[in-house]
């Protein structure tokens, strides 16, 4: 075969390849927002929860939007607030365990935290101008600084000085993170999903029977309130949102984006802000929530899962507590090419 014709082989082969990958692309990206038609009840939203700023405590309400970027009402939005360093890296509970006992309130559009010992603090969002850019697991987000008086409220209760922490809200109507590395091992897992400033998606989910079955094994029971979700079911059989793929609240649908990896958090107690000398109920889950698929391990390690990740995949809708909760029966012609829940092996 002479170089001209091999030449041509070799583009026409090339071509023919590229052509195949775009249409294996369209179609996979059609399948994985086709929804379902036929779904069976597992259960009802017994709590509702709202933590909008990452690390401190949550507000509970009846009813919530639910949008792209997290719940929603009104100003009160998902962890679309977060403490940063001077540095401007995010803060959590992980170093800061106090962070749970600071309350959040909203009214309107002004931001009002207490704490004990400490007189309430407040911060009018509406007011705030000017962006910069923070961090989140070595990951630049916009962020608008919150100012001085409030700053200077997080510092004495945190670190018992006048200075060393930030608050800072996220000024636009649309994520801008990529999704973590660690965190594509799992199909779904994309930028769309990744909110303001959660660790990992829009949503989490659990489900009660699953917590009181842990608790059955551990000398010192926990609360949902440990995992902190924004959706709590309860009528769900233990350990069956593993297999969920397709979850609808009410008339909103939700897709089972990835397991919920955890972590020291687990272990503060969400009501004294004291990590367990014992490190539960991390170290009970390690013994059987581990997942031991030889292809995830390396991005999960020894992070033992419970509970869902989600991302919205309609459009946005109201959820109300004690909504139905349904899941997608098993159905082909609704089945997605790239599937949302693989065989973790725990």
Request: proline share 6%.
């Amino acid at each position: 075969m002479d170089r001209n014709k091999l030449a041509y082989v070799s583009a026409a082969m090339v071509g023919a390849g590229t052509a195949v990958f775009f249409v294996w692309w369209l179609w996979t990206r059609h399948q994985r927002q086709y929804l379902p038609n036929k779904w069976r009840k597992v259960g009802e939203l017994s709590d509702l929860l709202c933590f909008p700023v990452k690390s401190l405590g949550a507000i509970r309400l009846n009813s919530m939007e639910c949008t792209q970027m997290g719940l929603r009402s009104g100003w009160l939005r998902d962890r679309i607030l977060m403490v940063i360093d001077l540095d401007g890296q995010f803060v959590t509970a992980r170093q800061m365990a106090k962070m749970v006992q600071i309350s959040p309130s909203i009214s309107g559009s002004m931001l009002t935290l207490k704490a004990p010992g400490m007189i309430s603090v407040s911060v009018d969002l509406a007011r705030l101008r000017g962006s910069f850019r923070a961090s989140v697991w070595g990951q630049a987000v916009p962020a608008c600084d919150c100012g001085e008086e409030v700053a200077r409220w997080l510092s004495r209760f945190l670190l018992q000085e006048d200075t060393g922490l930030r608050l800072v809200y996220y000024p636009l109507d649309k994520s801008t993170r990529q999704a973590r590395t660690k965190a594509k091992i799992f199909p779904l897992v994309d930028s769309s999903h990744t909110g303001a400033y959660p660790d990992s998606t829009s949503y989490t989910l659990q489900n009660e029977a699953s917590i009181a079955d842990l608790n059955t094994r551990l000398d010192e029971p926990v609360s949902p309130l440990h995992f902190r979700p924004n959706f709590l079911v309860k009528g769900a059989e233990v350990l069956e949102e593993d297999n969920w793929e397709w979850i609808k609240i009410g008339q909103v649908v939700f897709r089972n984006i990835k397991p919920c990896t955890r972590c020291i958090f687990t272990t503060i107690d969400p009501e004294t802000g004291i990590k367990s000398p014992t490190v539960e109920p991390l170290k009970t889950l390690r013994k059987y929530r581990t997942i031991s698929n030889p292809e995830m391990r390396p991005y999960t390690s020894d992070s033992p899962v419970m509970g869902l990740n989600l991302g919205l995949y309609s459009s946005n809708g109201i959820v109300r507590l004690g909504d139905a909760v349904y899941v997608n029966e098993s159905d082909e012609s609704a089945a997605p090419i790239v599937s949302s829940s693989p065989k973790y092996c725990f």
